[in-house]
């Protein structure tokens, strides 16, 4: 194998050693095998420099716009030996000892993204120095790949920042700006970011003068006792377990690993904790979470380097400086609200200048929220009101790049309102729908330009649901795809494109697995054990609940389309049909499946199964056979194959063109737990042979709703996996 020409090393005039990191290959520098070998070696010519008394500090720095952006994820996805896999992470700890060893200053220069392995490098350095441009950042994201800092990063962050701020950043992944890097004591200095490259010349030769090694951060009071006594560190390793076992379930085992390491090794010798470091994680790192991880982490990549249309068609995305957007409700606001936050101008019209206001008010509501998490300043927040404007006259839409349609779900109300907008739209201005259940071909025809029209599908709450499904119609142009795609991508969203059809992607794959959990009730099994069963699977949240969460009449709607749609198969279960006469609209008038105060979950409302008539009560006489880990296991097989059938047909009639854009939707649009793999991923380990025979038997138990998908049967007996049989375009 070839060693990288990145990092170099070079001396100066002021006799101070430059590490570089400037990878010719990449945009950004990875830490590969290459990589790494190459920083072994200009570690060592540092360290001849050092002895000979040709150098007194080693600045490591990385490109002139980001720092390192960690290891090579390939490498995690593909090791599968535990005994290798420890071999690799030690050999990196010996590198990123070599660093920590150097008998000079040594001074991480940190400019950009610093991301797992380059925050691991630089805590081996004895000071990091961070400009304050907003690009900066420090993170360690290893737990959200399933793995743990093994590169010394673990033990070192948190001998350096105390073991509360060193768990809050190992188990959330979360970056860290300049600002409160400096304040958690992870940053020895933050520069201008205009003068950072002479200031680090500047710092390094004023250490030189100092005694060596950044001053201990003092942390007062309670927290000095929590931090720094075996007592307080027991306490909050105690209740870290406690919150992550709440939080996850048990189901991710990085966060678990990164806790063991530290209850046995805090206190200890640097040279303990790398061990432990190194033994945990190579069993991370070969297991199945790990795998399905790093899985989601390259479908996330593919979203974002995707553009939405074929590779071979030649149309460019608009460029967006001012977003209209029609309908000022609860998704409009939402939409305004996050244009705005990312810098985009944005109009709203609506009929009622009541709507505007409110609409205005929510989106400043949300505005205010980030600045009380610290997610934005006043000031952000002030320049992002700035941006929001609206009324009831359609010419403040006028000068649009891009309009988003967020009225009432009314189809004949949608085609006369966007009939109207066009007239004041350039001919190049892009229209997108957010509707969740009309057919986009349809509102089309109400268009002079049916070209310039898609879909552009958020999901409610708006700032908070990572995925939007862009919605191609027969006549939607290239141009309007790659637009609302490119633009979805700037709001900080997951685009998937989707073709026009009912319930487009996720609402259609939901709409069997919560109709089935209508049948389950009626079968006999309980909400708590419906609800259950779906979350130990690893569901954010049970499908009764989620019924709840959507509004019982928007769901019932929802089903109702889905039926007239798709026919018998989707038919509403008993139980569903019941619920809509029930008059309960769930979390939003505070009582469906369960009881809410002030939008809080209070409990199961066991009132609900006097008024299903279709639904035995708990405590009735009739034994239930849904009862005990059978049940559990019965719940979980029709309600998780009845997903997978429905997304089979997704696949056939070309809703999506990949399993993988299966897989992301739901995950981004559903919360599927992201430790499978996504459904199809899921699907592909029991083999489409395997679905096919519990379909069957399911379908001879309980209906012909679940006869297998054709497209199962084609993949079953031609031997054929999902990912295999629909890879990604251009694969
Ligand atoms: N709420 C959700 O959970 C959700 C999720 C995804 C998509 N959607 C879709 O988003 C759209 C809007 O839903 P919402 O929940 O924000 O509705 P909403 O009732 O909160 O808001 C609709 C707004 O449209 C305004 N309006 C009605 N006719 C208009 C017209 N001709 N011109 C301008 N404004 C007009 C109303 O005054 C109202 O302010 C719908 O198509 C809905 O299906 C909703």
Redesign the pocket.
């Known amino acids: 194998m070839t060693t990288s020409p990145s990092p170099t090393f070079e001396i100066d005039e002021h006799s101070i050693g430059w590490i570089i990191f400037d990878d010719p290959e990449r945009s950004v520098n990875v830490l590969t095998e290459s990589v790494m070998r190459r920083l072994a070696e200009a570690t060592n010519e540092a360290l001849r420099a050092c002895q000979e008394a040709r150098v007194r500090a080693v600045v490591i720095r990385g490109k002139d716009d980001s720092f390192i952006a960690g290891a090579d994820i390939n490498l995690i996805g593909t090791t599968e030996d535990p005994e290798v896999a420890k071999e690799s992470i030690e050999l990196g700890q010996e590198i990123f000892s070599g660093i920590s060893s150097l008998p000079v200053p040594t001074i991480a220069a940190v400019h950009g993204a610093c991301v797992g392995g380059g925050v691991e490098l630089s805590l081996a350095c004895d000071h990091r120095v961070l400009s304050s441009s907003d690009s900066t950042t420090m993170s360690l994201p290893e737990v959200q790949l399933g793995i743990l800092p093994a590169w010394g990063g673990t033990t070192r962050l948190t001998r350096l920042i105390g073991l509360r701020a060193a768990l809050d950043m190992l188990l959330s992944g979360r970056k860290v700006s300049p600002p409160k890097a400096k304040s958690i004591g992870l940053a020895s200095e933050v520069i201008p970011a205009a003068i950072f490259h002479t200031s680090v010349q500047e710092f390094a030769q004023s250490i030189l003068s100092k005694k060596r090694g950044p001053r201990a951060r003092k942390r007062p009071g309670l927290g000095q006792l929590l931090d720094a006594t075996p007592l307080g560190r027991s306490i909050v390793l105690r209740m870290a377990r406690k919150k992550v076992a709440k939080r996850l379930g048990g189901q991710y085992p990085a966060p678990t690993a990164i806790l063991e390491v530290l209850t046995r090794t805090v206190g200890k010798s640097v040279a303990e904790g790398l061990s432990a470091e190194a033994t945990n994680a190579a069993i991370l790192l070969v297991s199945p979470v790990c795998k399905n991880l790093v899985h989601v982490f390259h479908l996330r990549q593919m979203s974002k380097k995707g553009t939405g249309i074929p590779t071979d068609s030649a149309a460019g995305p608009r460029a967006i400086s001012k977003i209209g957007v029609?309908?000022?409700?609860?998704?409009?606001?939402g939409i305004a609200q996050l244009a705005a936050s990312r810098g985009v101008v944005t109009w709203m019209?609506?009929?009622?200048h009541g709507?505007v206001t409110?609409?205005l008010q929510h989106a400043r509501s949300l505005i205010r929220g980030k600045v009380t998490r610290h997610r934005m300043t006043n000031s952000e927040a002030r320049q992002a009101m700035d941006r929001i404007s609206g009324g009831v006259a359609y010419h403040g839409l006028s000068g649009s790049d891009i309009v988003v349609?967020?009225?009432?779900?009314k189809i004949e109300?949608?085609k006369?309102?966007l009939s109207e907008l066009e007239e004041y739209l350039s001919d190049d201005c892009v229209i997108a729908?957010?509707?969740?259940?009309?057919s986009v071909k349809e509102i089309a025809t109400a268009l002079k330009q049916p070209q310039r029209f898609c879909g552009m599908?958020?999901?409610?709450p708006v700032h908070r649901m990572p995925l939007v499904e862009v919605i191609r119609a027969p006549e939607t142009s290239d141009a309007a795809i790659v637009t609302t795609y490119q633009l979805a991508l700037k709001l900080g969203k997951v685009p998937v494109v989707v073709s026009d059809g009912p319930g487009f992607l996720v609402n259609r794959i939901l709409g069997p697995y919560m109709n089935e959990a209508g049948f389950l009730l009626s079968d006999g099994a309980s909400i708590k054990m419906i609800d259950g069963s779906a979350k130990r699977f690893g569901m954010p949240m049970g499908p009764l609940r989620l019924l709840d969460e959507?509004?019982i009449d928007?769901s019932t709607h929802a089903g109702s389309s889905l039926y007239q749609a798709l026919g018998e198969r989707l038919k509403p279960a008993p139980a569903l049909v019941d619920l809509g006469n029930t008059g309960r609209l769930g979390k939003k008038g505070g009582r469906g499946f369960y009881l809410y105060e002030e939008s809080r979950e209070r409990q199961i409302d066991d009132t609900i199964y006097v008024e299903l008539p279709s639904v035995p009560a708990p405590d009735s006489n009739r034994p239930s056979s849904i009862s005990g880990e059978e049940g559990q296991g019965q719940i979980l097989r029709r309600l998780v194959l009845a997903m997978i059938n429905e997304a089979a047909r997704t696949l056939e009639e070309g809703i999506v063109i990949s399993a993988a854009e299966v897989d992301l939707a739901m995950i981004m649009g559903t919360g599927f737990p992201p430790f499978r793999g996504g459904l199809l991923r899921f699907a592909d380990t029991i083999h489409p042979r395997g679905i096919v025979d519990r379909l069957e038997m399911l379908a001879e138990k309980h209906g012909p709703r679940f006869t297998p998908a054709p497209a199962l049967t084609r993949l079953a007996s031609e031997d054929l996996t999902f990912y295999s049989a629909f890879p990604p375009s251009g694969s």
Request: aromatic share 6%; net charge negative.
């Open positions: 029609l309908g000022a409700g609860v998704m409009g606001g019209k609506d009929i009622e709507a409110r609409g349609e967020a009225i009432v779900e109300l949608k006369a309102a729908t957010n509707t969740s259940s009309l599908h958020f999901f409610n959507v509004g928007v």
